[in-house]
């Protein structure tokens, strides 16, 4: 494996596969003096190689990446990073992992593309006052912007379980969705563990319609971030590029999206993003992530403003 060149550029952090069986590997993490990526045989317990990857060069303006390829890792790969420090030898999940398949102490899985237009709203303003006279950048057009709705940009080979579900959609609709102005949402706000008997995004869609004919037409999801255990109201969430494990995978969260859309329902999520539950948080082993400056009654404040704070 070669070092990557020197660039004041970085790519996004997280697992990127790509279409020869190789994964593109990127992390922040200033507090390492090296990282290498661990990658575990399929119980998720074994190591089976370790790959080092290379300081991203001279970056000034967000120092401490890593970043390099590991070959024969395509999507459904176990993996860690482990984190060399001058003390002491770490492994941990990857902080953007998309998927922790045996929740959040276990090792984070390289997934798939996974893309599909889709139009969203984008709000010019964010007070209360969207919800009362003041026009959005939507209602101000004929027709809402549409986006990528991507986990990633690279294009590769997809699973074989990512093939069926697309195969399984080739009927699915074809026009992008148009949002509705949010002063004209009628929110239901649910809970993908308890909204149905087995509790997960897919089971979830049987019920939509029942919630149109109520004459709701817009879904919110509570927190979905990969949490410690099962249960959970979702504001301990520690991955947040990560659907919870028990409610499904990224393609089930798509799939429930576009199964709203189909029913000219907006969704929208809860997130969390001032603070990180208690168990399965390992940023700090990465990098300056967290900050004594402000205090919060849920655990430590995510150092957005401080020293370190850009690449956060």
């Not at 002063?183 to 939509?208: M, Q, V």
């Not at 603070?275 to 919060?296: A, C, I, Q, S, V």
């Amino acid at each position: 494996m070669a070092a990557p060149s020197a660039s004041c550029e970085h790519p996004a952090p997280g697992a990127f596969p790509e279409s020869d069986g190789n994964t593109r590997f990127t992390v922040w993490a200033p507090y390492a003096e090296a990282v290498h990526v661990e990658i575990y045989a399929p119980d998720g317990h074994t190591v089976t190689r370790r790959t080092p990857l290379y300081p991203l060069g001279v970056n000034r303006f967000h120092p401490g990446y890593f970043t390099g390829h590991v070959s024969d890792a395509p999507p459904g790969t176990l993996y860690k990073l482990q984190l060399h420090g001058a003390d002491k030898r770490v492994s941990r999940p990857d902080p953007a992992a998309r998927r922790q398949p045996l929740g959040v102490h276990g090792p984070s899985e390289v997934i798939a593309s996974i893309s599909s237009t889709v139009r969203i709203a984008k709000i010019a303003k964010t007070g209360p006052e969207q919800f009362g006279t003041a026009p959005t950048a939507l209602e101000n057009s004929d027709r809402a912007d549409h986006v990528e709705l991507s986990a990633f940009v690279n294009h590769a080979e997809p699973s074989e379980h990512t093939k069926h579900t697309r195969r399984g959609e080739q009927n699915r609709r074809s026009e992008p969705y148009r949002a509705l102005p949010l002063r004209e949402w009628i929110l239901y706000e649910i809970h993908p563990g308890t909204f149905s008997p087995e509790g997960d995004l897919r089971a979830a869609e049987k019920y939509l319609p029942e919630l149109k004919e109520l004459g709701v037409n817009a879904i919110e999801i509570m927190p979905i971030a990969q949490f410690p255990g099962k249960y959970n109201w979702g504001y301990d969430g520690v991955y947040p590029f990560a659907v919870h494990n028990t409610y499904g995978r990224p393609e089930d969260l798509l799939h429930f999206v576009q199964t709203c859309h189909e029913l000219e329902l907006s969704v929208c999520l809860d997130v969390v993003y001032n603070h990180l539950g208690p168990e399965g948080n390992y940023l700090r082993d990465f990098g300056p992530y967290f900050t004594d400056r402000y205090h919060t009654p849920w655990g430590e404040a995510l150092n957005f403003d401080g020293a370190g704070s850009d690449a956060v």
